[in-house]
Structure formats: structure tokens, C-alpha cells
């Protein structure tokens, strides 16, 4: 917590900085001196916006704060605020020589990230090689035996280092290939339609083709003309979408949760990108329906005859491509869905509903956590309390355990979950062995242990009740199991169900009450508990989160791509129904006449419009057989991801399928319903 | 009876009003008739063909086919009587590019549902009877409008119709290549089918038992 007399907030991007920060990143700083900035103790760089909070249109340089009611630091640089794109972000650095942990110069503690400049030409894996003669003095050989520091080039960290406790939330750029993947297939979607519909429409311009080409013209000056025709309406198009940017991007970035701006004349590379994705488009498009076009021989092409079947062929298997494509996309969305609602139903071993979590800030709020309870539970929508470390979704203490069983000197690598007697009954979850934790027994503070099964299955123990644990990096010298509790998903369902072990530490450890509240009027329960935290601590500003939108933050990526793909699984399917209507609208026109004779023959309506969408419902099954290998590659990469997963079943992929040969049969048939009804005279009226 | 018209008229709504193409007709046709309709361009023969066929509806007046009110019937039965009952012969011939000879003459038996080897046989008799076995993989592009008229009177008789319609058959034969269509009519019609076909030469038209004068609509 920052506070300037009575201005207080809790600041989470606050972080500890060399003075040679700013050698190392190109911060822009507004007001003083880059060099000597973080040099002294007590001294702070600030971002603008965080010194326009405490400070207003003060001039903040030699101003001081407060920090969590302790020390005092003074302002010593204004910096622009962090772009958001940035390796990380904060809203303030205060200078490493404050820290008094000690532990920033303690090597065997990885509190802090290092960064490092290499001179241009060095090779990172050589300097790579210098770390362990390095470590070797700073922390002994037998402990540095066991790191392997390596470099990573900061631009690739965000997209492709997936280490544990990463600066920040890193992106994958699995996720980008796949939507750029997906992007260009929608454009091809598009392509296709413009170049079957223009192949298509170019029958209708056999007579133009002919009277030029008897005026003199010749191929090429054709070719040529029809590629211009198709990149003049790229480039339109390229307006057209520059405008629905505009237009959808805040949208977009509503559903991503990023913070994108596509800014044309900022100098990067999207502007002569986007320019050179228009060319292509533009020529893809044109040079099919060119070379169709230009090929007709003028005698035949006056007369109005096109160039034959020649090019259907080619249009029903972009056809095909398209609906294959789509399927695709469809079957991807499912089963996104589907493992989705596979985790959101899954049992978890504890129910992470009608959870408010509300944090211990200070430490009087914090060795008053007993009574806080008491009073909480005076309130009838309140059923249960706990205080506790940390939670399952959370972080926990990567120290590993010594265990009955295990070869002297081994230990037992386990996640720890820290909490009171009152934990298990407050998240549901289940004792399937021995007791629970309790008051009932004094004991339970410092010398007993919950585990779950795997964490017995793990260890071989049969009969983990009356097992011995000790923790030594914790001084928990001596202890006994006395529970087992059914396994529950500590971490997110992308990682199998490890091992864990529960205990109770004094107050000073613990982080949060998780209140458990009966369904009723959430604010007027809010502002209960809120009074009642004022009244143990009065500075400290009240906050609190409900568990299950904590819990279910573990998969926003997920959630955030099944919206992304749902949207571009609607874009292909209004793409590839739309150039099916053109196709099928075209046939039908192409085959008034035919229609007309069939119909004075005694075809009945039902086998017309049997006539015209069968040839495409054909593609849409034969789309199939392309569709389906592709999704099942692409879906399983994708549910690699997960340590439990759906396994999608054949079901899936084909209501995908009967869901593309509706779509398509539903478009063709409207249009083939128009040309079966008709009046068969108008058809056969001669010419 | 096979044929009864009362009162038909047919018009179009313009912007002026009504125009007329058939006003007044009054009509009746026997079974095993052979009847020409004769009149100019635009006397509306092409439009009472059509009514007759079932391929358009009169605007007034009644219809009576083989005692049937043509009116009152659905989609799918007008679909019906052009399948089992009616042939129908173009001027512009209106064979199918895409369709073989063969393909285009077996298309009437597709609708009514004959069986595949049943089919063969009737092509095969009926292309024997016409002496076209040899075109019998060709387009249409590939024959003279003769030719390809054959083809039409072919496809038109396959499924041996009660009624055959011929809306110029000849308009745009040779002389020679017309008198074939007219002798095979004439046969047709000793063997009994009723035929109706409108034209504009009067030698054509001779071949008929009885012969009906059309002129702006008006029976004459």
C-alpha cells in the first residue's frame, strides 16, 4: 500500500530496481536524471499516471510516499508511462540499495530477474558457459552443481519462454500461428469467392471479351485488364477494412483483453504489409479469372459461348476447399466447447462456488483473524470461514518435504497448502482417511498433516495415518499424518493432480479469509464484511474477489480462444455460404433454360432443386474427407495442453459435417426453389 | 372428349392496363384429333399451346383436361399430367447441351420413375425408330436443327403421350427435313394420339384434320 496522507491505494506493479535499469531499458525519463536516480536508498522513479494519481498537477520530483505504513521514499525521476506491450510494466521502481532483506545480494535466492546486456558480437551460449565458475564462488560448487543458468533473448519471452514464475503472463506463440493461420484461410475463403464469382460472371462477358478482342485486342491487354479490374477492387477492399478496424477493434480488444491499435502511419512494418497482403490478394484473385477470360476465342465469344466446362472443375474443388476449411473450423470450435465445459464440469475435489476471498493486509488484521471469524460468523448468510496462505489456482511454497519411506537424505518435492482447521469443511472437500485438521486437538498446530492421495500413492504408503513429515526449510521438525484428503486440482486441469500436503502456520502467514456465503443480497453481505474489517483495521482499505472468477482466471486462454474462433468459424461460414449463393445463383440463371425444358418434360420441383444442389452438396460431403484428418491433427495438438482432456469422439466431427451441408444445403436450395418455380415459359420463350 | 376450353382469355398487367393474348377462346378437341392452329406472329398460337400443356395457366376461363379441371390442380399434379400424359414439341428444339442424344431422349423416363433396363429398351426402340442409333452419343451442338428436332419428336414420344403439342415444329427445318417431322405426325396420328400443333405454313398445317384460325387472340 502507497499513501500520501490521506491518499492511499494498494499499488501490485511495484518493484525493486538497480540504478542501472536504465542503461539496460530505453525508458523515457521526463524528469530527472537517469544515472543517479536509483542510486541512493529511499529513492523512487515514478510513471506519469501513477504520480498524477497521489500527486495530481504537482510537480512529484522530491516529493516523498509512504509505503505499506513503513518507510518513507522520495521521488527522484518521472518516467513516461510503460507501453503496454512493454517485457513488463510498473508504476514505480524504488532503488535496490532500500531492499532490507538482504536477498538481493544472496545468490542462492532467485527473488529478482536479471537482465543482461551482452556486447554486440558475443555469443549468448559462450557467455552461457562463464554462469557456473561464476555461481561456483558466489554460492559453492556442490550448490551450484544443481542450476543451470541460461540466457534468453528478452524479445523471445513473451511468446516462446514458458518458465515457472515468468516477469509476467507470457503468450504462446502457438496461439498466434494458429489465429494467423486461420486469418489467411479466411482471406483465401474470400479469394475463392471472388474468383469463382468472377469466373462465373465471365460468361456473361464473353460478348464484351469478343468485341474487344475483334477491336484488337490481345491477350495480354485482356489479362491485364481483368487482373486490374480484381487488384482495383483489393485495394477498395483494403479501405473498406481499414475503416472496420476502426470500427471493431475496440470490440476485439474487449473479447482478447489486450490493448491492440492497428496505427497505419506509425513507421512498422503493417502499413507495407498490409499494402503487399492487398497485391497478393488482388493477383490471386485476378490472374485465375484473367487467364479464363483472355483464353476465349473471339468467333465463339461474340456469339456469347463461354469457355466451356473447362473451369467449373476448378471452381468446385475451391468450393470443396472452402467447405472444407469451414468444417474444420467447425470441429475446432466443438471441441474447444466441449473441453471447456469438460472443465468447468469436472470435479475439482472442492467447490469453488459462493466463495468471497477478502485479503489480510496488515498484521493486526492478521493475528486478529480468529476473532474476525468469530464475527463473521455472526452474520446468518455467512456458513463457514477459513483462514488460510493460499489457495488451490494460487501460488504455493516450492520446498520439498522428508518422509517416512524415503532413503535417507531424499526428499519429496510437494505443493503446500497453508491454511486453518476450518479449510476443508469451507471448500467442500473431502477427508477420505483419517480426521481432519481441528482445534479440538492442540497438536494440530504445529505437528500434524493433511495429504492427498496422490501424495500417498506417490510415497507407497498404504496406510499414510500415522506416516511421519518433517520440513526442515520451515523448522517443522516433527509430525505426523492424520488425514488423507480426495485428490483435488490444485493447479489448472493442463497439469495432472499433484501431490499435496496441508498444515497449519502461525498467523503471520496467513494471506485471506475465504468467506463461505449463502446465496442472498451479495452487496448488503458485502458491506457487512466490510465493516466488520474496518473496525479490526481501519487503514487499510477494503477489498475482496469472489474464488470461482479467481479460480476460472486459470483459463481465460481458453476462454478467450473459443470466442476468437467461434467469431472466425461465423466469418468462414458466412464466407463459403455466400459464395455458394453466388455459385448456385449463377447456375440457376445459366440453367433457366434447361430448367424450363425439364419442367415441360414433367420434372417436378423437388427434383430441379435436387438437380442444382446436388452437384454442391456432393462438394460439401467430399469436403468432408479433407476436413476431418486436418481437425483431428490440429484439435489434438491442441488438446495436448491438457492433462485431462475430452476425447473427441466421431459424433463430433460428424454433426460438423451435417452442420456444413445444411448450411450449404439451405443457401443452394433457396436459390434452386427460385429457378424450380418459376414459370417454365418465360424459360422457353425463343430467342 | 379429350380437350375442352370455355371461355379462356389471357393478358398481361402493363402499365396501360390489360393486354390481351387470348380472348374468347372457345374450344373442343377430341380424342385422336389431329388439329393445327394457324395464325401469325403474335396471334398468342405459342400461348395456347402453352395453356394446353399445362406449362402456363389462362388468366380467366376454364380448362378441361380429359374431363379434369386443369385450374384446380397443384404444382405437383400439373408436374403429373405432363409426365404421363404429354409431349411436348419446341421450335427452338430445347434439347439439353449438356445431355447426349441418348440421355435427352431417356430424361422423360427418368421422371416417371422407369426402371433402368426398362428405360434402355424403350431409347433403344425408339432410336431404331428414327434411325438416329448412330447419334446416340452426340451433343446437340453436334447435329443439324433436323436432326435435332428428330431428337425432340423423339423425346417427345418416348413415353407414348396422349396428347402431343407441337409449337412450330417445323419453323426452323428445311422443306425436306419438315416433311419427315409431318409424315411422322401423320403416323402418329393414324395410331391414334391426339395432336395439336401450331404453325405458319399452310402446306404444314394441311396434314390436319381440321384447322384452327387464331388472330390477335380471337378465334377467327
Given at each position: 500500500m502507497v499513501n500520501?496522507?490521506?491518499?492511499k491505494f494498494y499499488e501490485?506493479?511495484g518493484?525493486?530496481?538497480?540504478?542501472?535499469?536504465?542503461?539496460?531499458?530505453?525508458?523515457?525519463?521526463?524528469?530527472?536524471?537517469?544515472?543517479?536516480?536509483?542510486?541512493?536508498?529511499?529513492?523512487?522513479?515514478?510513471?506519469?499516471?501513477?504520480?498524477?494519481?497521489?500527486?495530481?498537477?504537482?510537480?512529484?520530483?522530491?516529493?516523498?510516499l509512504t509505503i505499506d505504513n513503513q518507510e518513507e521514499y522520495?521521488?527522484?525521476?518521472?518516467?513516461?508511462?510503460?507501453?503496454?506491450?512493454?517485457?513488463?510494466?510498473?508504476?514505480?521502481?524504488i532503488?535496490?540499495?532500500s531492499?532490507k532483506?538482504?536477498?538481493?545480494?544472496?545468490?542462492?535466492?532467485?527473488?529478482?530477474?536479471?537482465?543482461?546486456?551482452?556486447?554486440?558480437?558475443?555469443?549468448?551460449?559462450?557467455?552461457?558457459?562463464?554462469?557456473?565458475?561464476?555461481?561456483?564462488?558466489?554460492?559453492?560448487?556442490?550448490?551450484?552443481?544443481?542450476?543451470?543458468?541460461?540466457?534468453?533473448?528478452?524479445?523471445?519471452?513473451?511468446?516462446?519462454?514458458?518458465?515457472?514464475?515468468?516477469?509476467?503472463?507470457?503468450?504462446?506463440?502457438?496461439?498466434?500461428?494458429?489465429?494467423?493461420?486461420?486469418?489467411?484461410?479466411?482471406?483465401?475463403?474470400?479469394?475463392?469467392?471472388?474468383?469463382?464469382?468472377?469466373?462465373?460472371?465471365?460468361?456473361?462477358?464473353?460478348?464484351?471479351?469478343?468485341?474487344?478482342?475483334?477491336?484488337?485486342?490481345?491477350?495480354?491487354?485482356?489479362?491485364?485488364?481483368?487482373?486490374?479490374?480484381?487488384?482495383?477492387?483489393?485495394?477498395?477492399?483494403?479501405?473498406?477494412?481499414?475503416?472496420?478496424?476502426?470500427?471493431?477493434?475496440?470490440?476485439?480488444?474487449?473479447?482478447?483483453?489486450?490493448?491492440?491499435?492497428?496505427?497505419?502511419?506509425?513507421?512498422?512494418?503493417?502499413?507495407?504489409?498490409?499494402?503487399?497482403?492487398?497485391?497478393?490478394?488482388?493477383?490471386?484473385?485476378?490472374?485465375?479469372?484473367?487467364?479464363?477470360?483472355?483464353?476465349?476465342?473471339?468467333?465463339?465469344?461474340?456469339?456469347?459461348?463461354?469457355?466451356?466446362?473447362?473451369?467449373?472443375?476448378?471452381?468446385?474443388?475451391?468450393?470443396?476447399?472452402?467447405?472444407?476449411?469451414?468444417?474444420?473450423?467447425?470441429?475446432?470450435?466443438?471441441?474447444?466447447?466441449?473441453?471447456?465445459?469438460?472443465?468447468?464440469?469436472?470435479?475439482?475435489?472442492?467447490?469453488?462456488?459462493?466463495?468471497?476471498?477478502?485479503?489480510?493486509r496488515s498484521n493486526l488484521?492478521?493475528?486478529?483473524?480468529?476473532?474476525?471469524?468469530?464475527?463473521?460468523?455472526?452474520?446468518?448468510?455467512?456458513?463457514?470461514?477459513?483462514?488460510?496462505?493460499?489457495?488451490?489456482?494460487?501460488?504455493?511454497?516450492?520446498?520439498?518435504?522428508?518422509?517416512?519411506?524415503?532413503?535417507?537424505?531424499?526428499?519429496?518435492?510437494?505443493?503446500?497448502?497453508?491454511?486453518?482447521?476450518?479449510?476443508?469443511?469451507?471448500?467442500?472437500?473431502?477427508?477420505?482417511?483419517?480426521?481432519?485438521?481441528?482445534?479440538?486437538?492442540?497438536?494440530?498446530?504445529?505437528?500434524?498433516?493433511?495429504?492427498?492421495?496422490?501424495?500417498?500413492?506417490?510415497?507407497?504408503?498404504?496406510?499414510?495415518?500415522?506416516?511421519?513429515?518433517?520440513?526442515?526449510?520451515?523448522?517443522?521438525?516433527?509430525?505426523?499424518?492424520?488425514?488423507?484428503?480426495?485428490?483435488?486440482?490444485?493447479?489448472?486441469?493442463?497439469?495432472?493432480?499433484?501431490?499435496?500436503?496441508?498444515?497449519?502456520?502461525?498467523?503471520?502467514?496467513?494471506?485471506?479469509?475465504?468467506?463461505?456465503?449463502?446465496?442472498?443480497?451479495?452487496?448488503?453481505?458485502?458491506?457487512?464484511?466490510?465493516?466488520?474489517?474496518?473496525?479490526?483495521d481501519?487503514s487499510q482499505p477494503?477489498?475482496?474477489?469472489?474464488?470461482?472468477?479467481?479460480?476460472?482466471?486459470?483459463?481465460?486462454?481458453?476462454?478467450?480462444?473459443?470466442?476468437?474462433?467461434?467469431?472466425?468459424?461465423?466469418?468462414?461460414?458466412?464466407?463459403?455460404?455466400?459464395?455458394?449463393?453466388?455459385?448456385?445463383?449463377?447456375?440457376?440463371?445459366?440453367?433457366?433454360?434447361?430448367?424450363?425444358?425439364?419442367?415441360?418434360?414433367?420434372?417436378?420441383?423437388?427434383?430441379?432443386?435436387?438437380?442444382?444442389?446436388?452437384?454442391?452438396?456432393?462438394?460439401?460431403?467430399?469436403?468432408?474427407?479433407?476436413?476431418?484428418?486436418?481437425?483431428?491433427?490440429?484439435?489434438?495438438?491442441?488438446?495436448?495442453?491438457?492433462?485431462?482432456?475430452?476425447?473427441?469422439?466421431?459424433?463430433?466431427?460428424?454433426?460438423?459435417?451435417?452442420?456444413?451441408?445444411?448450411?450449404?444445403?439451405?443457401?443452394?436450395?433457396?436459390?434452386?426453389?427460385?429457378?424450380?418455380?418459376?414459370?417454365?415459359?418465360?424459360?422457353?420463350?425463343?430467342? | 372428349?379429350?380437350?375442352?376450353?370455355?371461355?379462356?382469355?389471357?393478358?398481361?398487367?402493363?402499365?396501360?392496363?390489360?393486354?390481351?393474348?387470348?380472348?374468347?377462346?372457345?374450344?373442343?378437341?377430341?380424342?385422336?384429333?389431329?388439329?393445327?392452329?394457324?395464325?401469325?406472329?403474335?396471334?398468342?398460337?405459342?400461348?395456347?399451346?402453352?395453356?394446353?400443356?399445362?406449362?402456363?395457366?389462362?388468366?380467366?376461363?376454364?380448362?378441361?383436361?380429359?374431363?379434369?379441371?386443369?385450374?384446380?390442380?397443384?404444382?405437383?399434379?400439373?408436374?403429373?399430367?405432363?409426365?404421363?400424359?404429354?409431349?411436348?414439341?419446341?421450335?427452338?428444339?430445347?434439347?439439353?447441351?449438356?445431355?447426349?442424344?441418348?440421355?435427352?431422349?431417356?430424361?422423360?423416363?427418368?421422371?416417371?420413375?422407369?426402371?433402368?433396363?426398362?428405360?434402355?429398351?424403350?431409347?433403344?426402340?425408339?432410336?431404331?425408330?428414327?434411325?438416329?442409333?448412330?447419334?446416340?452419343?452426340?451433343?446437340?451442338?453436334?447435329?443439324?436443327?433436323?436432326?435435332?428436332?428428330?431428337?425432340?419428336?423423339?423425346?417427345?414420344?418416348?413415353?407414348?403421350?396422349?396428347?402431343?403439342?407441337?409449337?412450330?415444329?417445323?419453323?426452323?427445318?428445311?422443306?425436306?427435313?419438315?416433311?419427315?417431322?409431318?409424315?411422322?405426325?401423320?403416323?402418329?396420328?393414324?395410331?391414334?394420339?391426339?395432336?395439336?400443333?401450331?404453325?405458319?405454313?399452310?402446306?404444314?398445317?394441311?396434314?390436319?384434320?381440321?384447322?384452327?384460325?387464331?388472330?390477335?387472340?380471337?378465334?377467327?
Amino acid at each position: 500500500m502507497v499513501n500520501r496522507g490521506n491518499t492511499k491505494f494498494y499499488e501490485a506493479k511495484g518493484m525493486y530496481a538497480d540504478s542501472t535499469v536504465f542503461d539496460i531499458f530505453s525508458y523515457r525519463m521526463l524528469l530527472g536524471d537517469p544515472e543517479t536516480a536509483l542510486t541512493k536508498p529511499n529513492s523512487m522513479v515514478v510513471t506519469v499516471s501513477f504520480a498524477e494519481k497521489y500527486f495530481g498537477t504537482e510537480n512529484p520530483m522530491g516529493q516523498s510516499l509512504t509505503i505499506d505504513n513503513q518507510e518513507e521514499y522520495v521521488v527522484t525521476g518521472l518516467l513516461e508511462d510503460i507501453p503496454q506491450n512493454s517485457h513488463f510494466t510498473f508504476s514505480f521502481l524504488i532503488s535496490m540499495v532500500s531492499d532490507k532483506s538482504g536477498l538481493s545480494d544472496n545468490w542462492a535466492r532467485y527473488q529478482f530477474y536479471t537482465y543482461l546486456l551482452i556486447v554486440e558480437n558475443a555469443t549468448p551460449e559462450v557467455v552461457d558457459t562463464k554462469f557456473p565458475a561464476i555461481l561456483a564462488i558466489r554460492i559453492g560448487e556442490e550448490n551450484a552443481a544443481a542450476v543451470k543458468p541460461f540466457l534468453q533473448p528478452l524479445t523471445e519471452i513473451h511468446l516462446r519462454s514458458h518458465l515457472f514464475r515468468e516477469m509476467e503472463t507470457n503468450a504462446d506463440i502457438a496461439y498466434i500461428y494458429a489465429y494467423a493461420a486461420i486469418a489467411l484461410f479466411i482471406i483465401l475463403l474470400a479469394c475463392i469467392n471472388f474468383m469463382n464469382l468472377a469466373t462465373a460472371a465471365a460468361t456473361r462477358r464473353t460478348k464484351e471479351v469478343g468485341v474487344r478482342k475483334v477491336a484488337g485486342a490481345g491477350r495480354r491487354a485482356l489479362a491485364l485488364q481483368y487482373l486490374g479490374e480484381a487488384l482495383l477492387m483489393s485495394f477498395m477492399s483494403l479501405g473498406v477494412a481499414i475503416v472496420l478496424i476502426e470500427i471493431f477493434m475496440p470490440a476485439f480488444n474487449g473479447i482478447t483483453g489486450k490493448n491492440l491499435s492497428a496505427n497505419l502511419t506509425d513507421g512498422s512494418f503493417l502499413l507495407p504489409a498490409l499494402l503487399i497482403l492487398t497485391v497478393i490478394v488482388g493477383i490471386i484473385s485476378g490472374s485465375y479469372p484473367a487467364l479464363v477470360l483472355s483464353r476465349l476465342s473471339p468467333i465463339r465469344a461474340i456469339k456469347g459461348e463461354s469457355g466451356g466446362a473447362g473451369g467449373s472443375s476448378l471452381r468446385r474443388a475451391l468450393v470443396t476447399f472452402q467447405f472444407a476449411v469451414t468444417i474444420t473450423l467447425m470441429i475446432a470450435t466443438a471441441v474447444v466447447f466441449s473441453q471447456r465445459r469438460y472443465i468447468s464440469a469436472k470435479s475439482l475435489g472442492f467447490d469453488k462456488h459462493h466463495l468471497i476471498v477478502v485479503p489480510l493486509r496488515s498484521n493486526l488484521l492478521k493475528s486478529n483473524h480468529e476473532a474476525i471469524k468469530i464475527e463473521l460468523l455472526r452474520n446468518p448468510n455467512i456458513s463457514k470461514v477459513s483462514a488460510s496462505a493460499n489457495m488451490p489456482g494460487g501460488s504455493d511454497y516450492g520446498v520439498p518435504i522428508v518422509a517416512d519411506g524415503l532413503p535417507p537424505g531424499e526428499t519429496f518435492a510437494i505443493r503446500h497448502l497453508i491454511a486453518d482447521q476450518n479449510f476443508i469443511d469451507t471448500f467442500g472437500m473431502e477427508i477420505v482417511d483419517g480426521r481432519e485438521l481441528s482445534t479440538d486437538y492442540p497438536d494440530d498446530e504445529r505437528g500434524s498433516y493433511l495429504i492427498n492421495e496422490e501424495a500417498a500413492r506417490q510415497l507407497g504408503w498404504d496406510q499414510p495415518v500415522g506416516k511421519s513429515i518433517s520440513i526442515p526449510a520451515f523448522k517443522r521438525e516433527q509430525g505426523t499424518v492424520v488425514g488423507v484428503v480426495k485428490d483435488f486440482h490444485f493447479r489448472s486441469v493442463h497439469t495432472p493432480i499433484s501431490p499435496v500436503i496441508m498444515y497449519v502456520q502461525p498467523s503471520n502467514w496467513l494471506t485471506r479469509i475465504s468467506i463461505k456465503v449463502l446465496a442472498g443480497n451479495i452487496p448488503e453481505l458485502l458491506a457487512s464484511i466490510e465493516k466488520i474489517w474496518t473496525t479490526f483495521d481501519p487503514s487499510q482499505p477494503f477489498t475482496y474477489s469472489f474464488f470461482d472468477e479467481e479460480y476460472d482466471g486459470l483459463y481465460n486462454r481458453e476462454k478467450k480462444g473459443q470466442q476468437i474462433l467461434g467469431y472466425f468459424t461465423a466469418i468462414a461460414i458466412f464466407i463459403a455460404a455466400l459464395g455458394l449463393f453466388g455459385l448456385v445463383t449463377f447456375a440457376a440463371e445459366t440453367r433457366t433454360k434447361e430448367i424450363g425444358i425439364r419442367k415441360a418434360l414433367g420434372a417436378s420441383v423437388s427434383s430441379i432443386v435436387s438437380l442444382l444442389s446436388g452437384e454442391f452438396v456432393k462438394l460439401v460431403l467430399i469436403a468432408n474427407l479433407f476436413a476431418w484428418p486436418a481437425a483431428w491433427w490440429a484439435i489434438n495438438r491442441w488438446l495436448e495442453n491438457f492433462a485431462y482432456r475430452i476425447e473427441p469422439g466421431l459424433g463430433t466431427f460428424v454433426m460438423a459435417g451435417l452442420l456444413a451441408l445444411a448450411i450449404a444445403v439451405i443457401t443452394v436450395s433457396t436459390q434452386a426453389l427460385k429457378a424450380a418455380t418459376a414459370n417454365p415459359v418465360e424459360a422457353l420463350r425463343y430467342e | 372428349m379429350l380437350i375442352q376450353l370455355i371461355d379462356i382469355e389471357k393478358y398481361y398487367q402493363t402499365g396501360a392496363g390489360k393486354t390481351f393474348v387470348l380472348r374468347n377462346i372457345n374450344l373442343e378437341i377430341d380424342q385422336g384429333e389431329f388439329v393445327s392452329i394457324m395464325g401469325p406472329s403474335g396471334a398468342g398460337k405459342s400461348t395456347l399451346l402453352h395453356i394446353l400443356g399445362v406449362l402456363d395457366d389462362p388468366s380467366g376461363g376454364s380448362y378441361l383436361l380429359d374431363g379434369h379441371e386443369v385450374s384446380s390442380l397443384s404444382d405437383k399434379h400439373r408436374g403429373e399430367l405432363r409426365r404421363e400424359m404429354i409431349g411436348f414439341i419446341f421450335q427452338a428444339y430445347h434439347l439439353i447441351d449438356e445431355l447426349t442424344v441418348y440421355e435427352n431422349i431417356e430424361t422423360p423416363l427418368l421422371y416417371r420413375k422407369v426402371k433402368s433396363a426398362e428405360r434402355r429398351g424403350m431409347v433403344s426402340d425408339i432410336l431404331d425408330r428414327f434411325q438416329i442409333v448412330g447419334k446416340k452419343d452426340l451433343f446437340p451442338a453436334q447435329l443439324s436443327g433436323g436432326q435435332q428436332q428428330v431428337v425432340g419428336v423423339a423425346r417427345a414420344l418416348i413415353s407414348s403421350p396422349r396428347l402431343l403439342l407441337a409449337d412450330e415444329p417445323t419453323g426452323n427445318l428445311s422443306s425436306k427435313e419438315g416433311e419427315t417431322i409431318m409424315g411422322l405426325f401423320k403416323e402418329l396420328h393414324e395410331a391414334g394420339t391426339t395432336i395439336v400443333q401450331a404453325t405458319h405454313s399452310e402446306a404444314n398445317a394441311a396434314w390436319a384434320d381440321r384447322v384452327i384460325n387464331l388472330q390477335d387472340g380471337w378465334i377467327t
